[in-house]
C-alpha cells in the first residue's frame, strides 16, 4: 500500500484543484462555490516520481457536529489518522484567517507531520499572506499554484522524506502481484453502487465497511464525488477478497438536473460506471422500480458493465413476495438484452443480505472475466449453427466459418464469414443466448461483431 497524504484546509482554498493537479486527472469536482467536496477521495499520486496516495477531504468548518457541515469535519478530522503526513493547503492570496489559525492549532495537537502549503501564492498579492503564515507556527510555507502548476518541485521536497528514505527507497515496499490463470494481475473487485437519490447508496456502503465513512443524513443529494474506497471481505472459507467500493451521486431524470454542480455530479457518476466492473443498482423497496432505474440499468449494460440490482430498505418493505416478483417481471420486460440479471434484496440498517451481495458481485465478474478456449468454442457453434441454420434471404447461403473470443471484461466474440450483413438481428440474438446460457456467462453483457471476408472468390459459387 502506497502512504497516504491528507490534504486539508477551510472550504475553497483549492483542495480540489490540488488534488486533482496530482493525481493528474479531473477526478475530483471543482467549482467556485464553497463546499463542493464533502466526502474524502482518495487517488494515486505521481509527484515528479514520487508516488503516493492522496487524500482530498471536505472543507474544515466550524459548525455544530449533527449539521452537515459538521459531520463533513468529522470526516476530515478521521482522515488524518494514520497520514503519512497532512497537507495544511492555505490561501496565499487571502491571507491568514480565524478558521485557518483553528486548524493549525488542531494540526499542532496531532500526532501527524504537518507540511503548510501556501496556495494561489502567484504572483505579488500573495506576498503578504506567505509572511503572515509563519504565525501559524508549522514552519516555512510551501508555496506554489494548484492551478497553473507552479511550486510543485518545492512540494516534491518537503513530501519525500515523509515517502522515500535517504537513498530514495519507499519505506513500504510494494506487494507481490497475483495473477490469474491467464497470467493477467487479480486487482480488487471494483464494485459502484448507483441509483436514484436517498436510496441508501452512501449509508449501505458504511454498513459494508462497518464505520461511518461517508457522510450521510436526510438530505437528499449529500454525496457529490464518486468515492472509492479499499476494503477487504472475508468469504465463508476464510478467504480474503479485496474489493473497491465505489459510492456515486444519486441519478435523477435529466430534466430534473438543473444546477451545474449536480450535472458535475451525475457526470462523475457516469465516470464511475466505466471505472467499475460490476455495477450494484440500488433500488428502494419503498419506492419500487421505477422508469430511471431502468435507464440507469440499460445504461451499466451498454457501457458493458456486469449488473446485479439490489432492493435496499427490504426490512420495511411491505408485502415483500409480491414486490420481489413484481420487480422481476418488470426487469425481464425493460432489460430484455440481458435476461436474468440477479436480483437480490439487503438493508442497509441491519446487514442483512450483504454477504450474498458480495459474493454474487465476485461471481458475476470471474464470468464477466471468463475466456473460452478457441476449441471448445467452435464446437459450441458448429452445433448451434447446425441444430439452427442461418437463414438463406434471396436464396443465397449465409456461411458461418468460425468465432474467436477477442475480448474479455466485457466478453466479445468475432465471427467470421460471408454475407454476415444479410444475418437478421433474431439470429444474432439467438447466437448471444446461447453463448450465455451453454459457456457460463450468464447474465453479463456480451458483444457479438460480424466479419464479412472482403475476399471477391468467397462468394463464388454461393
Request: glycine share 10%; hydrophobic share 40%.
Amino acid at each position: 500500500m502506497l502512504p497516504e497524504i491528507v490534504i486539508i484546509g477551510r472550504p475553497n482554498v483549492g483542495k480540489s484543484t490540488l488534488f486533482n493537479r496530482l493525481v493528474g486527472k479531473k477526478i475530483a469536482l471543482v467549482d467556485d462555490q464553497p463546499g463542493v467536496t464533502r466526502d474524502r477521495r482518495i487517488g494515486d499520486a505521481d509527484l515528479l516520481g514520487l508516488k503516493f496516495q492522496i487524500v482530498d477531504t471536505a472543507g474544515y468548518e466550524d459548525e455544530d457536529a449533527q449539521s452537515l457541515p459538521g459531520r463533513m469535519r468529522v470526516q476530515t478530522e478521521e482522515a488524518i489518522k494514520g497520514a503519512r503526513a497532512a497537507l495544511f493547503l492555505i490561501d496565499a492570496r487571502a491571507g491568514i484567517t480565524p478558521l485557518d489559525s483553528e486548524i493549525a492549532r488542531w494540526l499542532r495537537s496531532s500526532d501527524t507531520p504537518v507540511i503548510l502549503v501556501a496556495n494561489k501564492a502567484e504572483g505579488r498579492a500573495a506576498e503578504s499572506g506567505l509572511l503572515e503564515s509563519y504565525q501559524l507556527g508549522l514552519g516555512d510555507p510551501v508555496g506554489l499554484s494548484a492551478e497553473h502548476g507552479e511550486g510543485l518541485s518545492d512540494l516534491f521536497q518537503a513530501l519525500r522524506p515523509h515517502i522515500e528514505d535517504e537513498d530514495g527507497n519507499p519505506h513500504d515496499q510494494a506487494e507481490d502481484v497475483l495473477l490469474d490463470e491467464f497470467g493477467d494481475p487479480i486487482g480488487p473487485l471494483k464494485l459502484a453502487i448507483v441509483g436514484r437519490p436517498n436510496a441508501g447508496k452512501s449509508t449501505l456502503i458504511n454498513k459494508i465497511l462497518g464505520e461511518n465513512r461517508l457522510i450521510t443524513g436526510p438530505e437528499a443529494g449529500i454525496t457529490r464525488d464518486s468515492i472509492s474506497i479499499d476494503w477487504q471481505w472475508q468469504d465463508r472459507e476464510g478467504t480474503l477478497h479485496e474489493v473497491r467500493l465505489i459510492d456515486t451521486a444519486g441519478m435523477r431524470k435529466k430534466a430534473r438536473v438543473q444546477e451545474k454542480l449536480e450535472k458535475l455530479s451525475v457526470a462523475d457518476a457516469r465516470r464511475a460506471i466505466d471505472f467499475a466492473e460490476v455495477v450494484v443498482l440500488l433500488l428502494d423497496a419503498t419506492k419500487g422500480l421505477e422508469l430511471q432505474d431502468l435507464k440507469i440499468a440499460d445504461q451499466v449494460l451498454q457501457e458493458g458493465r456486469a449488473l446485479i440490482i439490489a432492493v435496499n430498505k427490504w426490512d420495511v418493505a411491505e408485502d415483500a413476495s409480491y414486490l420481489f416478483n413484481g420487480i422481476r417481471a418488470a426487469l425481464d420486460e425493460g432489460l430484455a438484452q440481458v435476461k436474468g440479471v440477479p436480483l437480490l434484496t439487503v438493508s442497509a440498517i441491519t446487514g442483512k443480505g450483504i454477504d450474498t451481495m458480495i459474493a454474487t458481485a465476485l461471481d458475476v465478474r470471474k464470468a464477466w472475466s471468463r475466456r473460452v478456449p478457441t476449441g471448445i468454442l467452435n464446437r459450441w457453434f458448429e452445433r448451434a449453427v447446425e441444430d439452427n441454420p442461418p437463414p438463406a434471404p434471396g436464396g443465397r447461403r449465409i456461411k458461418m466459418r468460425y468465432i474467436t473470443q477477442a475480448k474479455t471484461r466485457p466478453p466479445g466474440f468475432a465471427i467470421f464469414g460471408t454475407r454476415l450483413d444479410k444475418l437478421p438481428e433474431s439470429y444474432r440474438r439467438y447466437l448471444v443466448n446461447g453463448i450465455r446460457r451453454d459457456l457460463g456467462f450468464g447474465a453479463v453483457p456480451v458483444r457479438l461483431n460480424l466479419r464479412t471476408s472482403r475476399n471477391p472468390f468467397d462468394d463464388k459459387g454461393t
